[in-house]
């Protein structure tokens, strides 16, 4: 089946990396199924792909994008032919900035005619989100919380988590216009980090307490910072770098983003009882597939039954796919970015 997508074909200005062509679907193994794209979401792995600054992304010329919403159109022997038509959520592994999408059949959800967008959100944003806060290590009543890029699409999914939890939430933001989304959502304080020196204000909110968890997608100089206000029990979960976006200077910006986030001693977060947690939600997908199969309808139930609630960033048409990735790189965004499909 002969398709369309837009491919990664060159690193640096979204304008021109991305290119539109025609490609030949691969032929349906047993347990996959064809989604014909309604609307795709944009990740901030994506960013770092385009910068070259992203391990796990595959050779150029290459298709990013991790989910989409669309119609199932097709089967393989193996699946439920019932499923054919339905509109559905989807994962895939890399490949959905495009008209098709191949997929596995545990990778899909049906859903209804609920936004485009909202669905989106709840794919990578929600599943990370759920996976970190409520099925790796799950947040606990009072728990104190420290979020990251609170008003992004991770960061607003962990604030509603977090609360329905019973924690304490600390909502990092970079504007003062995000302050007020985070505070509608729960966050019990918020900390601009361009107002001072958040590792101060962050111990303002603290009151003489420590950190339980800290959910940190920025690694670089904000790692050492963070641990230094974890407590007895606390936790990092490490699961980004986006303080590496952006960097001009190649191999030694890499070397110095790892330098300042330093050497982790075994014995030493023993004898503190800290623990730190890496995720790279690609990892668990290839090796997991059940996990991420039971944190995707988990979190399509919450949505569903009012506990969620999605923030949309704005979806975008195809034409205006590099408007859309800007927006994202800017930091200025909230909530989840998506593009339609013509």
Do not use: W
């Not at 936004?115 to 996976?131: K, R, W």
């Amino acid at each position: 089946m002969k398709t369309e997508g837009y491919f990664l074909v060159k690193k640096g200005d979204a304008k021109t990396a991305f290119e539109l062509r025609s490609f030949e679907l691969p032929t349906l193994k047993g347990n996959e199924v064809i989604v014909e794209i309604e609307a795709f979401g944009l990740n901030y792995a994506d960013v770092m792909a385009r910068h070259g600054l992203y391990r796990g992304a595959p050779p150029m010329p290459c298709i990013l994008g991790y989910e989409a919403v669309g119609k199932v159109v097709e089967v393989g022997s193996e699946v439920d032919n019932d499923l054919v038509g339905k509109r559905v959520i989807a994962f895939c592994r890399f490949g959905a900035y495009a008209k098709h999408v191949v997929t596995m059949e545990y990778a899909v959800v049906p859903v209804g005619d609920e936004d485009a967008i909202e669905l989106l959100a709840l794919c990578t944003q929600g599943v990370t989100a759920y996976y970190m806060a409520e099925y790796l290590t799950p947040v606990y009543e009072n728990d104190i919380v420290l979020i990251h890029a609170a008003a992004g699409g991770v960061g607003t999914m962990l604030i509603q988590m977090a609360k329905r939890r019973g924690a304490k939430v600390i909502a990092k933001v970079g504007r003062t216009e995000k302050e007020a989304l985070v505070k509608e959502l729960g966050a019990d304080h918020v900390v601009n980090y361009r107002s001072g020196d958040y590792v101060e204000l962050t111990k303002a909110a603290l009151n003489g307490n420590k950190l339980d968890v800290s959910f940190n997608p920025a690694g670089g100089s904000t790692f050492k910072k963070d641990m230094s206000l974890l407590g007895a029990g606390g936790r990092m979960i490490v699961f980004g770098g986006s303080e590496l976006s952006g960097a001009k200077f190649g191999i030694l910006s890499a070397l110095s983003f790892v330098f300042k986030m330093g050497r982790i001693m075994p014995v030493m977060l023993m004898g503190k009882s800290r623990s730190v947690l890496g995720v790279n939600m690609l990892e668990i997908a290839d090796s997991k597939p059940e996990v991420m199969k039971h944190c995707l309808h988990e979190v399509v139930k919450l949505y569903q039954s009012g506990a969620l609630k999605p923030q949309s960033g704005g979806m975008f048409s195809e034409d205006q796919l590099a408007e859309a990735h800007a927006t994202l790189e800017s930091g200025n965004s909230t909530g989840k970015i998506g593009v339609k499909i013509n």
